[in-house]
């Protein structure tokens, strides 16, 4: 009987490795929501987040706790928009006013971006 590291159940282990024998990477644990509470991101690194405006402008009420999805940096206790300006400034200067969040937006949960595309051999013959 094979297991794997992850799974103890014989039925589990086989549902698995036939998942990821089909490029599945749903087991990747890089690839899921982290609560801002269980932890947050390395510092300037980009990520995914989950956020709500707790009070936006009167024409916006309609949002009110509406959870969008938006890229950003954590920085020292705070969250910026992402941008690669925004990413230097962080580096160089800690900083980036224009950038960073105003009170009204809370992060929910972040993940971190997905490998950027790399081209299979295949995909190179095509070309």
Known sequence: ?????????????????????????????????????????????????????????SYYQYIVGKHFIGTAHYKGGKWFWYSSVTEDLLAEYGRCDSEEFDEAIEVIAWMPLPEPYKASPTDSEKE
Do not use: A, Y
């Open 1 to 57: 009987m094979n297991t794997c590291d992850c799974c103890q159940h014989v039925e589990m282990c086989g549902w698995r490795e036939s998942l990821e024998e089909r490029g599945c990477d749903f087991f990747d644990d890089g690839n899921r929501w982290i609560p801002v509470g269980e932890r947050l991101p390395e510092d300037i690194k980009p990520v995914i987040v989950t956020w709500k405006n707790t009070d936006p402008k």
